[in-house]
T-cell receptor
């Protein structure tokens, strides 16, 4: 299984809603990532988890709250978002990189629209 | 400050010909480079990578060339096929620096169209 799955595929939410994005992989990867991608822009890293611990937070606003309940799952909890947060949210996973680098495998993304 | 630049937003080639996608970088601390392909409504798919200690890596129809002195890399696709039509992202990683191992810096992407 070389797939990263994400649910839901599409999400429309109001600014007062609370929702969650989910990501799952069964490749035994111990590093998982959240990226945000706006139209015609490159993916921007938001968070990295390594061995289920938050390793990188790229100064993301607190209205985005990541969670890694186990080595296969990664969640992104959303609360009080703004319309400018509308974007494609990508999850990725990789082996843990120490001295060498291992490529990141991406999921198909969740298209989020904030009204 | 864009550290990874793909200056051509789009490229159009004929089926069977060579596609050459270019990428420039400014940070000499980058030690690993990757190319990803992205179809609409899908996540990026890893294509090929190259370490800074090499100048060429080949995988089937895809070859990546790295010119460290010019801080330039290119992706060659030969022969190009209509199914190669997608956005291609160049990405780079800085040398081992704790958590920075995980961080990729992406270029803005180049839309490749391969015409039948």
């Amino acid at each position: 299984d070389t797939e990263v799955t994400q649910t839901p595929k599409h999400l429309v939410m109001g600014m007062t809603n609370k929702k969650s994005l989910k990501c799952e992989q069964h490749m035994g990867h111990r590093a998982m990532y959240w990226y945000k991608q706006k139209a015609k822009k490159p993916p921007e890293l938001m968070f990295v988890y390594s061995y289920e611990k938050l390793s990188i937070n790229e100064s993301v606003p607190s209205r985005f709250s990541p969670e890694c309940p186990n080595s296969s799952l990664l969640n992104l909890h959303l609360h009080a978002l703004q319309p400018e947060d509308s974007a494609l949210y990508l999850c990725a996973s990789s082996q843990v990189a120490v001295r060498s680098y291992n490529e990141q495998f991406f999921g198909p993304g969740t298209r989020l629209t904030v009204l | 400050d864009q550290q990874v630049k793909q200056n051509s937003p789009s490229l159009s080639v004929q089926e069977g010909r060579i596609s050459i996608l270019n990428c420039d970088y400014t940070n000499s601390m980058f030690d690993y480079f990757l190319w990803y392909k992205k179809y609409p409504a899908e996540g990026p798919t890893f294509l090929i990578s190259i370490s800074s200690i090499k100048d060429k890596n080949e995988d089937g129809r895809f070859t990546v060339f790295l010119n460290k002195s010019a801080k330039h890399l290119s992706l060659h696709i030969v022969p190009s096929q209509p199914g190669d039509s997608a956005v291609y992202f160049c990405a780079a990683r800085k040398k081992n620096s704790g958590g920075s191992n995980y961080k990729l810096t992406f270029g803005k992407g180049t839309l490749l169209t391969v015409n039948p």
